[in-house]
């Protein structure tokens, strides 16, 4: 019989207003604290000020540092213990997501051993003493709050990695209000890192039956925010506690495991990409499942509320996005991180399953052939992304206004009738009252219905781009304002109808200009979820309304909107033509 142990000597509470409550904890630690925090986030969502609150209650001085970059360096921890030094603090407390806490770490640890250089950072075997450290995470992935872990980038060597000292936060508190300001991708980029932790923690050489059953506990908290995630449900506070716990659950496990091959592969991504680790992390995390034991992993998806593996990798690119980086600047890296991580047999060691060269190819591999091939279905606008319905619609506004005595409108406000809902269009172009702008709808239908309907010109590109994504398989949609059965008449009138498998609009007196809505309503058409599919829009209405429902879109240039506001919008890609979706889709 193996051998089982655990240890995690990190006090920790959580808990809202947590810092407040523990107050006389930090009273024990010393004399004066060094805030250790990044640039701006320590101070929007409240917990500096809190931490401020909870020091003057006790009489304790402070000093802050608020310079931690994203992936801290070497010489950031250096300039940090040099201003501890010079404030004369004895104690530690770091504020943020890792870089913070994990500075905090490595600067508590230079504070004690105030004589040394920057080597001793590296020193391995080294005395690891340290003056007391205080975590507060701010985000909910890292679980640096419990681990023994600091992770820097050396900028000498140019690498990013743990360093070989292990240092526990003396104090940890944790309060899930403090995600509050943190954006949805915020959420997603460190949630995913959680997951990741939780995952390589279970499926580990190292696990125990403890450190197994606070990893699969983690995985059902993290599971239940999944629709938070996916931009199914806003967040509310038990969201945000669930969140934290599952970070700290992650890091609790990883603190008696450590990471796998995951984590090993992504640093180099950090480093050389910019891109962010949770990002990073979890880009290889379905390959690393795949080689890993199906009965084991078919455990612990359900856990996390997915299906198979390649849910779980199409659920993480629509929430994270994919990488964005062209095969050559991708290419070298990915090569460059196989080579080392598979040259490192400590970190190979971590994997429950042989893993070498091959194994680690087949793994970076997958996730580099999954990145565009993870859309089940592209949902379409119609009006000025399948078809050019400018002119049709154009008239008829005119009609519709000229015979209600209505001043006409210039041509650039023409243009905005197109893609929104009639209604919304006259309310907010035309400043009516509904009651004159539902006049004014049944005034356009006259005109439209009678034949300006066809006055429009599909796309050049259009039937070629439908053929090739049925051929590939994908699946495709309308989701459009125009009411349903005229958008249906429009697109058998050019023999486009049975190229889609759904037409979704709304009921022709139905105001709403809602394109979630929508975007939903053509989701239960298919039987997918959101994050199988893919909007494409012209409008900042299919940007926001797809954004709302939690898919992806792409904003096309050639409709009617403009590139700057399906950029201010969020969209997830730009295409200036309707076969360049193609290489979106990896077609």
Request: hydrophobic share 40%; net charge negative; proline share 5%.
């Amino acid at each position: 019989m193996r051998e089982d142990r655990f240890y995690m000597p990190a006090r920790v509470y959580c808990g809202r207003d947590v810092v407040k409550a523990h107050a006389g904890d930090l009273k024990k630690l010393g004399e004066k604290a060094l805030i250790v925090t990044g640039r701006h986030s320590a101070k929007s969502c409240g917990v500096y000020d809190d931490i401020c609150a909870a020091l003057e209650e006790c009489g304790i001085r402070h000093a802050l540092y608020d310079s931690v970059e994203e992936n801290p360096s070497a010489a950031t921890v250096m300039k940090a213990r040099d201003f501890g030094l010079e404030e004369g603090c004895d104690f530690v407390i770091g504020a943020g997501g890792g870089s913070p806490m994990d500075a905090a770490k490595a600067i508590a640890l230079m504070l004690f051993h105030a004589k040394e250089g920057r080597d001793y950072l590296y020193t391995a075997k080294a005395d690891s003493s340290t003056v007391p450290v205080v975590c507060i995470p701010t985000t909910c992935g890292t679980g640096s709050e419990v681990t023994a872990v600091s992770v820097l980038t050396d900028e000498i060597k140019q690498a990013k990695g743990s360093i070989p000292h292990k240092i526990f936060p003396a104090l940890s508190l944790i309060d899930g209000k403090y995600l509050r300001s943190a954006s949805r991708q915020m959420l997603c980029n460190t949630a995913f890192d959680a997951l990741s932790h939780l995952c390589e923690s279970y499926l580990n050489a190292d696990a125990g039956p403890i450190s197994r059953l606070i990893a699969a506990d983690g995985l059902r908290e993290w599971g239940k925010c999944l629709p938070i995630l996916r931009g199914e449900k806003e967040p509310d506070e038990e969201s945000y506690d669930l969140l934290m716990r599952a970070a700290m659950l992650g890091g609790m496990a990883i603190a008696h495991t450590g990471t796998s091959i995951p984590h090993a592969l992504s640093y180099a991504m950090t480093y050389h990409l910019k891109i962010a680790h949770g990002k990073a992390v979890c880009y290889f995390l379905a390959g690393y499942l795949r080689e890993a034991d199906p009965e084991t992993v078919s455990f612990l998806l359900p856990l996390a509320g997915f299906s198979s593996v390649e849910d779980l990798h199409n659920t993480y690119l629509a929430c994270c996005g994919d990488l964005r980086i062209p095969e050559d600047q991708l290419d070298p890296v990915l090569k460059l991180t196989e080579k080392a991580v598979a040259a490192n047999p400590s970190k190979c060691a971590k994997a429950p399953f042989p893993a070498g060269a091959d194994v680690i190819r087949r793994i970076t591999g997958y996730a580099k052939e999954c990145a565009g091939r993870r859309y089940r279905a592209v949902l379409f606008d119609l009006d000025g992304t399948i078809n050019d319905s400018g002119p049709g619609i154009m008239n008829s506004v005119r009609y519709s206004l000229e015979k209600l005595g209505h001043p006409p409108l210039e041509e650039k406000t023409l243009r905005r009738f197109v893609g929104p809902s009639l209604l919304y269009s006259y309310e907010t172009y035309c400043g009516m009252e509904e009651e004159e702008a539902w006049k004014a709808v049944e005034t356009y239908r006259e005109c439209y219905h009678a034949g300006e309907c066809y006055n429009l010109q599909v796309y050049d590109q259009i039937p070629q781009l439908l053929s090739d994504l049925k051929e590939s398989g994908i699946r495709c949609a309308v989701v459009t304002s125009k009411p349903q059965e005229m958008a249906r008449q429009i697109l058998e009138h050019f023999d486009l109808a049975r190229a889609f498998d759904a037409i979704i609009g709304p009921d022709p007196y139905d105001p709403s200009n809602q394109k979630s809505v929508l975007i939903k309503r053509a989701l239960d058409a298919l039987g997918l979820k959101a994050c199988d599919v893919i909007m494409a829009g012209d409008s900042r209405y299919d940007i926001i309304g797809a954004k709302e429902a939690g898919c992806a879109s792409i904003g096309v240039t050639y409709g009617y909107g403009t590139r700057e506001e399906l950029i201010e919008n969020g969209a997830d890609y730009l295409v200036d033509a309707p076969l360049e979706m193609k290489k979106i889709l990896n077609l």
